[in-house]
């Protein structure tokens, strides 16, 4: 009985992780499609300040900026330093489309960048929540390249419609921001990791099973079966 049994459980807890994992992307970009100053469908370049004929995001890489693996051109950059001398101050947005979350208590943001510090840029990520425009990310320091950010939007994103998000630059005739790979996702994967009997000996229909299980998920996960 106690190999039957055993052989039960892992058989059973074999298919855990695979009934445990799931993924859904509401928002998959790597920039592909986009040319010049001319975004991906959907995405829109926004000057909120600065001169538009040239404080724009471009997609092309004109400065030969290194965006090293897994970012590869073409990449989204905004390049005070290249493109903004004399030009003021910049205020310069690239938007996503709207995309809709309902149904997932949980949205995760990814993306990879590198950030060249001085003179004063910021980089921010924020998002529409349906009223607003929260941010979620800042920076003005230089990171890795790359770095992968990985930020839970749920307060802001979770179970709605018409959310979009926005990389938002600052500055006057500073550095440069290069972003690629984003997402906005639900990941659920719950792991199981190992299997043990609480006693060497079976001898009941209420044998108690240890299951250890890790979560491999963007946020926090309850109630599993």
């Not at 106690?2 to 074999?14: C, M, Q």
């Not at 998002?127 to 920076?139: A, K, Q």
């Not at 990941?187 to 890790?214: A, W």
Request: proline share 4%.
């Amino acid at each position: 009985m106690k190999k039957f049994f055993t052989a039960l459980v892992w058989a059973l807890l074999s298919i855990v992780p695979f009934v445990s994992r799931s993924q859904v992307y509401f928002l998959n970009e790597d920039f592909s499609t986009a040319t010049g100053s001319t975004p991906p469908a959907g995405w829109t370049n926004n000057t909120l300040s600065g001169d538009p004929s040239f404080d724009v995001w471009v997609f092309d890489n004109p400065g030969f900026r290194d965006a090293y693996a897994p970012m590869s051109d073409p990449v989204a950059i905004f390049d005070s330093d290249l493109f903004s001398s004399g030009g003021g101050a910049e205020d310069v947005t690239l938007e996503s489309p709207a995309f809709n979350t309902t149904g997932y208590a949980t949205i995760t943001l990814k993306f990879d960048q590198y950030f060249e510090e001085g003179f004063g840029g910021n980089g921010s990520v924020e998002v529409w929540d349906g009223s607003s425009w929260d941010v979620v990310y800042s920076n003005s320091f230089y990171t890795a390249n790359p770095e992968e950010q990985i930020i839970d939007i749920s307060a802001q994103a979770a179970n709605k419609t018409g959310v979009k998000i926005r990389f938002r630059w600052e500055g006057d005739y500073a550095w440069w921001w290069i972003i690629d790979n984003v997402q906005v996702l639900y990941k659920s994967d719950i792991e199981v990791t190992s299997v043990k009997m609480k006693n060497s000996v079976c001898g009941s229909n209420n044998e108690q099973v240890i299951v250890t299980l890790r979560n491999n998920s963007y946020s926090s996960k309850t109630n599993i079966p």
